[in-house]
């Protein structure tokens, strides 16, 4: 029986034993905290319980399932939970509220889509009312559709070659548009449905990932939005690793990789150190294996890789060159439910580029009282994702504010947007910070779990899951995959593709991990295969006139009324 060492026991790490044990695998898991699930996993407010109670529960930050993963729900359907499976604890989300400082609320409802014969052009009626309700200029929202028909209608070359070196930002040209285009559209749509920042996220990943939300909108098989309902760990992280332990893979806690050996471009041993219940150091342990499966993110990987994995696999020395920003989550615990929304709110003026969600409306089987000293009824769940911003009320960007200037200013963002009497600062009775956040003095701030961004200009640094090294594969969200976006359905993607990897090299008969290319349309092929004669045309064409970067631009623009124009012959 072959060996498996898999390095990292989030999400990825996970996936990978999973697929593995079940083609028979010997598998061990070696994890460096005490807790299984990376930035998954549930973090309990520690000493929060009082009078027998337990303690509060906490995250990182919300979870999201939105209706396009296909790769993590599959892995969820074959986990045995409570008189069912995983799978069975996603509950829709139907509403996102858009608050406005200082303004009225917006109370958006995606999944009320009806389902069209011309799904695509219901997709554009959405957007269209969606703008109009929030008073965008016409000619700007115009614009922003044929941008995303532009997208939508490129081919994978000039996806890859050209819009991956743009950012979101650029694509949509939000710095000529006006104010409400940028907040609404540009940023708006990307923090509240992708979680991420336009101005760094390469167009085709921005693109990508908001088609995939839009043709959900226009699928009732699966909801737009899902959130599980309970705490993560509880209804899907610990029975998954119960699962994955009752199939006979082994899990080492508290052991962190320090060292990957190459010897004769293969992995020979990696170093880890075990630490002790108490946190001390319990000594070095050197392991063995037939495969090694790096899940560790990619900030912990990089700083791993030696100049001989480097002159195994050069493609790792783009490790380096990947950009990881904050995304960290605050959690208000109130004396009353304060629901907001059936779903998740975007604070669209925050400084801090806050969302948040109400989550005892998505927990009915859960019992606060009994959690905490029991005073507890609700749950505003909110994520930071921008660290770097100076807040109204301290000044400063949250990266170098204490702990409870972070309390403070997140609370007074989402007081400028909910004015409605709601939320009042007497209803707090506890809160959290992710503990990944740390304060080692008073001028300095840490993240010991930042959050990778797909950068323009980043897929070419962002290695397969197979990689040169015959015996070395990576299952983690910065691998390159079709998700294309840090999440856990990346994670998951990657982890298949690496059992996949370590199948084909071991000649094995067991069936391949599944793996699902995004949704296009099949009725756009023909209008995509003609751009992609004219992506080649422009190249050869630039090659040989020594078009620059001007030039291929003035063909881009031109790409809208080209491909709309032969649409008319596919009707």
């Known amino acids: 029986m072959a060996t498996v060492a898999i390095l990292g026991g989030g999400v990825g790490g996970l996936s990978a034993a999973h697929e593995l044990i079940e083609r028979g695998y010997e598998v061990d898991v070696y994890e460096r905290n005490a807790e299984l699930g ?102 700007d929202l115009t614009f922003f559709l044929r941008r995303m028909l532009t997208f939508l209608l490129s081919c994978d070359e000039r996806r890859e070659q050209q819009w991956e070196h743009m950012s979101w930002w650029d694509f949509t040209d939000a710095d000529a548009r006006s104010e409400k285009y940028r907040r609404f559209l540009v940023d708006g749509l990307t923090r509240s449905l992708v979680a991420a920042q336009a101005r760094h996220m390469s167009a085709r990943s921005g693109g990508l990932i908001l088609w995939q939300i839009l043709f959900d909108m226009v699928d009732r098989s699966r909801p737009v939005d899902r959130v599980l309902d309970g705490p993560t760990s509880e209804v899907w992280i610990e029975p998954w690793v119960r699962h994955l332990e009752q199939r006979g893979v082994r899990f080492h806690r508290r052991h962190e990789v320090t060292g990957i050996r190459c010897s004769d471009g293969r992995v020979s041993a990696v170093v880890l150190t075990a630490a002790d219940g108490d946190g001390s150091t319990g000594g070095v342990v050197e392991i063995t294996a037939d495969h090694f499966v790096s899940a560790m993110p990619v900030e912990r990987l990089d700083v791993l890789i030696t100049p001989e994995l480097k002159t195994a696999e050069p493609r790792l020395a783009g490790l380096k060159r990947l950009i990881t920003r904050w995304m960290n989550g605050v959690i208000f615990f109130l004396d009353r439910d304060v629901p907001l929304a059936h779903g998740h709110a975007l604070f669209v003026d925050s400084e801090w580029a806050l969302t948040a969600i109400s989550q005892k409306q998505f927990w009915p089987d859960v019992d606060l009282s009994a959690r905490g000293d029991g005073t507890v009824r609700g749950i505003l769940s909110v994520d930071v994702s921008d660290w770097y911003t100076p807040g109204r009320r301290t000044g400063k960007p949250a990266i170098q504010c204490t702990e409870r200037e972070i309390r403070e200013e997140v609370w007074g963002q989402i007081l400028d947007h909910i004015d409605d009497g709601s939320l009042d600062r007497a209803n707090i009775v506890d809160w959290f910070l992710d503990p990944a956040i740390g304060f080692p003095d008073p001028a300095v701030v840490t993240n010991a779990e930042p959050l990778l961004i797909n950068t323009a200009g980043s897929l070419p640094d962002r290695p397969p899951a197979a990689t040169a090294i015959p015996n070395l594969f990576l299952a983690a969200d910065f691998v390159r995959t079709n998700t294309d976006l840090a999440t856990m359905e990346a994670a998951n993607e990657a982890a298949r593709a690496a059992v996949n990897g370590i199948l084909d090299a071991d000649g094995s008969g067991a069936a391949r991990c599944t793996i699902h290319p995004l949704h296009e349309p099949e009725s756009l092929r023909p209008l995509r295969d003609l751009d992609a004669v004219r992506w080649r045309v422009e190249r050869s064409l630039g090659a040989v006139f020594g078009a620059g970067r001007n030039a291929t631009a003035d063909l881009a623009r031109m790409l809208p009324d080209a491909v709309l124009g032969a649409a008319r012959l596919f009707r």
Request: proline share 10%; aromatic share 8%.
């Open 38 to 139: 990376g930035k998954a996993r549930s973090i309990p407010v520690a000493g929060s319980g009082v009078g027998g109670r337990a303690d509060l529960p906490a995250e990182h930050g919300f979870r999201f399932f939105p209706g396009f993963y296909r790769h993590l729900t599959d892995t969820m359907s074959r986990i045995p939970a409570g008189s069912g499976f995983a799978v069975g604890h996603l509950t829709p989300a139907t509403q996102i509220l858009l608050a406005q400082s200082g303004r009225r609320n917006e109370l958006i409802a995606p999944t009320d889509l009806p389902t069209t014969p011309d799904d695509l052009t219901a997709l554009m009626r959405f957007l269209w009312d969606f703008a109009v309700q929030l008073r965008i200029p016409p000619t």
